[in-house]
């Protein structure tokens, strides 16, 4: 019951939560970062060994940058959102409010498109379905047709940029993708270890990364 606060359970917060807002900045860059450099800590959590918080900044081969900052805090205001901004303007694709708010601004701060416009271009429905009940009925409708929706390796990309930006954050170190691809980095316990304490009725005793001083 308390696996989502432990690293070897849920690969932090930052993986098991915020790697679907990577996934939306993969799909975006459709590359992957080359690097990540960030930091985060903890404040408040009392069971586990994982952080409340990061801010990673991811580097792409072009010389772009992703900032990306998670946080898990009660009594804090809370944002789920991507915003990219480019030389012609920037993207609001913000879910802390109704997608109807969704829109494109240009340069001068001109709101060039928003959702009201594609309900009539683009034949969207008026009030927009919630992507809690689409992913679902995408699966619905995989399953009845028989047409396949393949998503492993996009899966498997937006997981270990999360792990890359969490490995930077535990470490205090840049992190590159080709070490990443090349790791053989292990968490948790050992099967051994666990069937020796739930023999015993011992308790795993967190080993909570502490930057500079961790080696992954």
Same mark, same amino acid.
């Given at each position: ?5 432990? +690293? ?21 860059? *459709?590359?992957?970062?080359?690097? #990540?450099? *960030? ?7 009392? $069971? ?24 898990? %805090? ?18 609001? @694709? @913000? @879910? ?5 708010? $969704? ?7 001109? &709101?060039?498109?928003?959702? #009201?416009?594609a309900v009539k271009s683009e034949k969207l429905p008026a009030d927009p379905i919630s992507p809690y ?15 396949? %929706?393949?998503? !492993? =390796?996009? +899966?498997?990309?937006? +997981?270990?940029?999360? %792990? ?9 170190? !840049?992190? +590159?993708?080709? =070490?990443? /691809?090349?790791?053989? /980095?292990? &968490? ?19 080993? %909570?990364? &502490?930057?500079?001083? @961790?080696?992954?």
């Amino acid at each position: 019951r308390d696996w989502v606060n432990w +690293t070897w359970l849920s690969g932090d917060h930052i993986v098991e939560q915020h790697v679907h807002n990577l996934d939306v900045a993969h799909w975006f860059f *459709g590359k992957t970062p080359v690097k #990540a450099l *960030g930091f985060g800590s903890r404040q408040r959590r009392v $069971t586990g060994d994982q952080f409340d918080n990061f801010s990673i900044d991811f580097v792409y081969d072009d010389g772009r940058h992703m900032h990306s900052t998670c946080r898990q %805090i009660n009594g804090c205001t809370n944002s789920v959102s991507e915003y990219f901004s480019g030389t012609k303007g920037f993207s609001n @694709s @913000s @879910s802390d409010n109704s997608a109807k708010e $969704t829109n494109l601004v240009d340069k001068n701060g001109k &709101v060039i498109w928003t959702y #009201a416009d594609a309900v009539k271009s683009e034949k969207l429905p008026a009030d927009p379905i919630s992507p809690y009940v689409q992913e679902h009925v995408d699966l619905i409708w995989a399953i009845r047709t028989g047409n396949q %929706i393949v998503e !492993a =390796e996009n +899966t498997a990309i937006s +997981t270990l940029t999360a %792990i890359m930006g969490r490995i930077s954050a535990y470490t205090g170190k !840049a992190v +590159t993708w080709e =070490e990443m /691809l090349n790791s053989d /980095l292990r &968490v948790g316990p050992k099967p051994e270890e666990l069937a020796f304490a739930k023999k015993y009725e011992m308790v795993l005793k967190p080993q %909570i990364a &502490v930057a500079g001083t @961790s080696k992954e």
